[in-house]
């Protein structure tokens, strides 16, 4: 089980936005780490690969989510200051930035395509709606974005000429500047991460970001992947209130009728589920 994808990925440069990026630098394990970490907990168990899959889906399903911390993955990424600034809410990582105290600010800033110049949405207060504003004023303002970025970079250069210190000088650099760090996280929170950030409800520039991460995890831990997509992303957790209304509308008389097999829902998992079913019931 050991993947060869690892070695074709470290490294490459993964474009986002404009002028960012994401770099898988190193990463520590693979599928096969998570399942010699949980065969610690449960004996010798499983050898085959199939057993295997089973295993990490087993551990994912019931959020046994330790073995995950197992993989660690280091990664460099540029990203303009207000993405990162989303991304720093993330604690169960280690951070390493760009210094504009240590270094000079690079004249690099984040423009969105117009296609993501939208109005404010109306049912979602934090974000954009699916209206896009008209070509002329996605132009003009995609113009005034520009011109102020060179405005402040401009007078940025300025008061390094003047001597003023880095750390003063760059202050009023806008928020679309880029920056860059160094990312490191373990597995379990990074599926975390990607959760809340390949959400719909995330805002569009730092899911370009989630998207690209998955598509390093889907070659880097396939099976731990998988997992994640059938058990976290693509499940929906409900509320009591939910539950007793999705009783009524569920029709529990055709329960016995359901190919579960057509929906890979066999063995231990599909006992679990049909637990699950008992509890709407019985609600
Ligand atoms: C769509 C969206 C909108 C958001 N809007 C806002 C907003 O308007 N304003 C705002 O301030 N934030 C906002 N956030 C940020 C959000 O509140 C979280 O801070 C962020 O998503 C990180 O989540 P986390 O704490 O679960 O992750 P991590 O920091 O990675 O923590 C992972 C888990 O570890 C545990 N943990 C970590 N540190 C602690 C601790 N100190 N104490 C207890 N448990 C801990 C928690 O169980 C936590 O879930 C938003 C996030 C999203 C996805």
């Not at 399942?35 to 449960?42: D, F, K, L, P």
């Not at 409800?201 to 370009?208: C, D, G, K, L, M």
């Not at 889907?218 to 997509?229: D, G």
């Not at 209304?245 to 929906?263: G, P």
Request: charged share 30%.
């Amino acid at each position: 089980m050991i993947n060869e994808n690892i070695k074709e990925i470290i490294g490459k440069e993964y474009k986002c936005l404009n002028k960012g990026f994401v770099r898988l630098i190193d990463i520590m394990g693979d599928d096969s780490s998570i399942v010699q970490a949980a065969r610690v907990s449960y004996g010798k168990g499983t050898k085959s690969v199939n057993e295997d899959l089973s295993l990490i889906n087993y551990l994912m399903r019931n959020r046994h989510t330790s073995p995950f911390e197992m993989v660690e993955l280091k990664f460099h990424i540029k990203l303009p200051i207000f993405v990162a600034r989303q991304w720093i809410r993330h604690r169960t990582a280690n951070v390493n930035e760009y210094s504009g105290r240590y270094s000079e600010m690079k004249n690099e800033f984040y423009i969105p395509e117009s296609e993501q110049l939208r109005l404010q949405s109306a049912i979602n207060k934090q974000g954009r709606s699916e209206e896009l504003v008209d070509n002329e004023t996605s132009d003009t303002v995609i113009e005034q974005m520009k011109n102020t970025q060179e405005f402040l970079f401009t007078e940025y250069e300025n008061f390094l000429d003047k001597k003023i210190a880095r750390e003063i000088a760059r202050i009023n650099l806008p928020l679309s500047t880029y920056t860059e760090w160094y990312w490191k996280i373990d597995l379990h929170n990074l599926f975390h991460f990607l959760e809340l950030r390949l959400d719909h409800h995330a805002q569009y520039e730092i899911r370009v970001y989630g998207e690209v991460i998955a598509d390093i995890l889907k070659l880097a831990v396939p099976y731990a992947y998988t997992a994640f997509e059938d058990y976290m992303l693509n499940s929906v957790n409900l509320s009591k209130k939910e539950l007793t209304a999705l009783k009524e509308i569920i029709s529990f008389d055709k329960f016995d009728q359901i190919n579960f097999d057509s929906h890979r829902l066999k063995g231990r998992e599909l006992s679990e589920f049909k637990e699950k079913i008992k509890k709407i019931i019985n609600i």
